[in-house]
């Protein structure tokens, strides 16, 4: 069975940094592609980083690009997002996610993320 588990969300000043982990288990981690994903209150759930399975490609939303940085440890099957010069606007639940099992993929049960002064 599939587990994602997120960690390291929090509340955090703009400006500032926080990384967020998914712990992944239940499948071949090294074989599948992961992805960040949030949902702010009242929008719907949006890409925000994607990495390939032995992380050659990244590709970003470009409300973030420059700003965020997806990478993974397939030797730890965990993926991660550090993300730096933190705004207001990245307020949300932050998602991982795996495309596993078709047709639906997997979710993580999210973190939440809060910049604010």
């Known amino acids: 069975q599939v587990q994602l588990v997120e960690s390291g969300g929090g509340l955090v000043q703009p400006g500032r940094s926080l990384t967020l982990s998914c712990a992944a288990s239940?499948?071949?981690?090294?074989?599948?592609?992961m992805s960040w994903h949030r949902q702010a209150p009242g929008k719907e759930r949006e890409l925000v980083a994607a990495?390939?399975?032995?992380?050659?490609?990244?590709n970003y939303a470009d409300s973030v690009r420059g700003r965020f940085t997806i990478s993974r440890d397939n030797a730890k099957n965990t993926v991660f997002l550090q993300m730096n010069s933190l705004k207001p606007d990245d307020t949300a639940v932050y998602y991982c996610?795996?495309?596993?099992?078709?047709?639906?993929?997997?979710w993580g049960q999210g973190t939440q993320v809060t910049v604010s002064s």
């Open positions: 239940g499948f071949i981690f090294s074989r599948y592609v």
């Open positions: 990495i390939s399975s032995i992380s050659t490609n990244t």
């Open positions: 996610k795996v495309n596993y099992p078709p047709p639906f993929g997997s």
